[in-house]
């Protein structure tokens, strides 16, 4: 066990994740440390251990059940509080139950004509070469996809976007900005909530003001926390799946060849990406409803612990050469890209069918497409919380 207090969540960290986590792992398998923002945190760190952990009943979701220093402040506004990440059962299962309706098989697989459509409108409008994929695709493709699911006008989107992006800021005031973004953010869902009552659609957040108001299924609070949850979430998974697996291919020409001729089916290499570069590095936080242990190491009741799926995702005792991006490992063991347990990420099958959709078209748009810069000049976004690029410039 590593028993440092020191913040592990520097810039190390941050510029090279993947070593500092390896050696992490190899130092031990639980590190007690602190947040950024001062708070003690139980950080696990290897794929059993993390895994066991996700579905470990011990482990709340419920921030009622933590103990912290008295300094400590969330940045997240009460209003916003209610949804999934901050529940356990029966709560979770009853709100769970509602928004699957919206990530039904049936439902996602409706959305492949809109979701083409929007890809093909994307890179008819893309001007290059060069042209950034993050900025041409990777980032408004999952942002119209959501918001049309949702019924989120479109003059909000980039509003949304920009909020979206300031949650993840490292920079010594984030913990301000982000509870700047995420007021403004509720006082726009409010008022979308309030303008859907009024005139209710065919779209997710009318349903779910029906559900509120006709059939009282959920509270207030709990309509405008899911819908900033469904929209945050259904959002920045996809965005970094996309842009991630399209430089996985550019940096791997083989696999990229193989792909094209139909030699690798497209979704492996996008399961093969959630294992090699999860888009979210640490699951959501965890408070220890009792005294417990883990891996071996004691957990006091209350404690804050920090499940990294990034580190897990490389973990050697679990994956043979875990740091190649390898789309034909067969079979392809399970990775915690999504989570794992009642916690597992309803957005998943949305999440593949954009990358699908996006990565298909793209490759079969432009034969020639290659990277416009070295691999090694791609900047990542410096976030402890998100692993994604900062721009994907291309050319083809």
């Known amino acids: 066990m590593n028993t440092t207090t020191d913040c592990l969540f520097g810039d190390e960290l941050m510029a090279r994740p993947h070593r500092f986590y390896a050696a992490l792992r190899h130092v031990g398998p639980v590190h007690r440390t602190t947040t950024p923002g001062g708070a003690p945190v139980w950080l696990v760190t290897r794929y059993q251990d993390v895994r066991a952990a996700l579905s470990d009943p011990r482990l709340s979701l419920d921030k009622a059940h933590a103990v912290?220093?008295?300094?400590?402040?969330?940045?997240?506004?009460?209003?916003?509080?209610?949804?999934l990440l901050n529940m356990d059962p029966p709560d979770h299962t009853r709100l769970r139950r509602l928004v699957s309706q919206a990530f039904t098989p049936r439902?996602?697989?409706s959305l492949r004509a809109r979701i083409q459509a929007h890809t093909d409108a994307l890179l008819d409008a893309a001007t290059g070469p060069p042209v950034d994929l993050m900025e041409a695709l990777a980032n408004p493709l999952p942002m119209a996809v959501i918001c049309e699911l949702l019924g989120i006008p479109d003059d909000a989107r980039a509003d949304f976007r920009t909020w979206t992006n300031t949650l993840v800021a490292p920079h010594a005031d984030a913990a301000v900005a982000s509870r700047a973004a995420l007021q403004q953010m509720h006082r726009l869902l409010t008022g979308i909530i309030?303008?859907?009552?009024?005139?209710?659609?065919?779209?997710?957040?009318?349903?779910m003001i029906e559900a509120r108001d006709a059939h009282d299924r959920?509270?207030?609070?709990?309509?405008?926390?899911?819908?900033?949850?469904?929209?945050?979430?259904?959002?920045?998974?996809?965005?970094?799946?996309?842009?991630?697996a399209a430089l996985a291919l550019l940096t791997h020409p083989q696999q990229m060849t193989a792909v094209r001729n139909g030699r690798i089916p497209l979704r492996a290499v996008l399961e093969e990406t959630m294992r090699w570069n999860s888009p979210f590095p640490l699951a959501a936080?965890?408070?220890?409803?009792?005294?417990?242990?883990?891996?071996?190491?004691?957990?006091?009741?209350?404690?804050?612990?920090?499940?990294?799926?990034?580190?897990?995702?490389?973990?050697?005792?679990h994956f043979t050469d875990p740091d190649t991006f390898d789309s034909?490992?067969?079979p392809a063991p399970a990775h915690l890209g999504y989570g794992h347990g009642i916690h597992y990420c309803l957005g998943a099958p949305l999440a593949?069918?954009?990358?699908?959709?996006?990565?298909?078209s793209l490759l079969r748009r432009f034969p020639n497409l290659a990277l416009a810069i070295p691999a090694g000049e791609l900047t990542w976004i410096p976030s402890f919380h998100k692993r994604g690029l900062q721009s994907l410039p291309v050319t083809w």
Do not use: C, Q
């Open 194 to 207: 309030a303008a859907k009552r009024a005139e209710p659609s065919d779209d997710f957040l009318s349903a």
């Open 328 to 330: 034909t490992r067969t």
């Open 218 to 244: 959920l509270t207030e609070p709990e309509l405008t926390a899911m819908a900033f949850l469904t929209l945050y979430a259904g959002y920045d998974n996809a965005v970094n799946l996309i842009a991630t």
């Open 285 to 317: 936080r965890r408070f220890a409803l009792e005294e417990l242990t883990l891996a071996g190491v004691r957990i006091p009741a209350g404690a804050r612990v920090w499940l990294s799926l990034l580190s897990a995702n490389r973990d050697g005792a």
């Open 68 to 83: 912290t220093d008295s300094s400590y402040r969330s940045s997240m506004p009460p209003e916003l509080d209610a949804h």
């Open 352 to 360: 593949r069918l954009e990358g699908d959709i996006a990565l298909t």
């Open 107 to 109: 439902r996602i697989e």
